[in-house]
């Protein structure tokens, strides 16, 4: 498995294998909700700072994490801002769960911010992913509640985590 930083004619498709990634969740969530994580899913990119990488295997990409910088906003209406770089967007394509994907990809944002002198690195999932929480607290990931909200004002809680380096 090789994990690179995407290319910039990759964003289209990039796109896609986000969305084919979480489709998966669209039953478990009000239309509400699954219309403002696809829409999420969609954005782009190429934001100023923000690193987008990939896991390749024979050539294929099987998933993909964007790492927003330490002290940005990751959500386009966020009015605070975070001390730490914070992972974002971690998909991994169906056929390739539970074969290290995901794992490769959050330990490569944790050693890029290892090597920045970063002291942590956080991150944000819905409380529907059981398999991603599941892999964030086996990596040492630890709940940060304070930081938890509710993007619709529902039931639906976007939980956050960090992972002091």
């Not at 489709?23 to 239309?31: K, M, T, V």
């Not at 169906?94 to 290892?114: F, M, N, Q, T, W």
Request: glycine content about 4%.
């Amino acid at each position: 498995m090789l994990i690179r930083e995407a290319k910039r004619d990759e964003v289209h498709l990039l796109k896609e294998q986000r969305l084919a990634a979480y489709q998966a969740f669209q039953e478990e969530l009000s239309p509400k909700n699954w219309g403002q994580l696809k829409s999420n899913l969609a954005a782009n990119n190429l934001q100023p700072a923000v690193e987008v990488f990939v896991a390749e295997i024979g050539w294929e990409i099987v998933g993909s994490v964007m790492l927003f910088p330490a002290n940005s906003r990751s959500y386009a209406d966020d009015k605070a801002t975070t001390k730490f770089p914070e992972i974002r967007l971690l998909a991994v394509t169906p056929e390739y769960r539970s074969r290290g994907v995901g794992k490769a990809l959050v330990e490569h944002c944790i050693d890029l911010s290892k090597i920045r002198k970063q002291k942590s690195i956080g991150l944000y999932t819905g409380c529907f992913m059981q398999h991603a929480i599941e892999l964030y607290e086996k990596m040492g990931f630890q709940r940060i509640t304070s930081l938890d909200f509710k993007p619709l004002n529902d039931e639906f809680t976007v939980k956050a985590f960090r992972f002091d380096i």
